[in-house]
């Protein structure tokens, strides 16, 4: 598992595939590449996730913080999305969000491991 730069339509962000989880709840690797602006103003990110498939009756994914790196003491930002269908996508203020270094999360009710969940964080520009 890694984060690898990818472009859509010449608009650039990163992605990882990950393998559903087995039980539980299984993290991404760690996101360094959101740098949050505490001075007030907005940064929004596109989250969107795309499941192969869903074995049981849906995949809840979460946004995490964490004070290093190795998510040794992960914390819960924002319960992003409640996937019943394979695929969905959340805008989100990361700025309201900040932490040193990002996780993202996969809670399971049964599992999920013949599946990968595609992960995708693009930028959104601001429109004028």
């Known amino acids: 598992m890694a984060w690898a730069r990818k472009t859509r339509n010449d ?9 559903g989880a087995t ?4 993290y991404s690797s760690v996101i360094d590449f959101l740098k949050p602006r505490c001075d ?11 499941a192969s498939a869903i074995s049981g009756t849906d995949i809840d ?8 790196s190795a998510g040794t003491s992960k914390y819960l930002l924002l319960d992003c999305l409640d996937m019943t269908i394979v695929t969905g ?9 900040p932490a040193p270094y990002y996780f993202i ?3 399971v009710q049964a599992s ?3 599946n990968t969940l595609t992960v995708n964080i693009t ?5 004028n």
Do not use: C, H, R, W
């Open 11 to 19: 608009l650039g962000g990163q992605q990882e595939v990950l393998t």
């Open 23 to 26: 039980t539980g709840t299984a």
């Open 40 to 50: 007030g103003t907005t940064q929004y990110v596109t989250l969107s996730v795309v």
């Open 61 to 68: 994914i979460m946004l995490y913080g964490s004070v290093d």
């Open 89 to 97: 996508a959340k805008v989100i203020d990361i700025n309201a969000y």
């Open 105 to 107: 999360s996969q809670t």
């Open 112 to 114: 999920e491991a013949a």
């Open 123 to 127: 930028p959104e520009f601001p429109q």
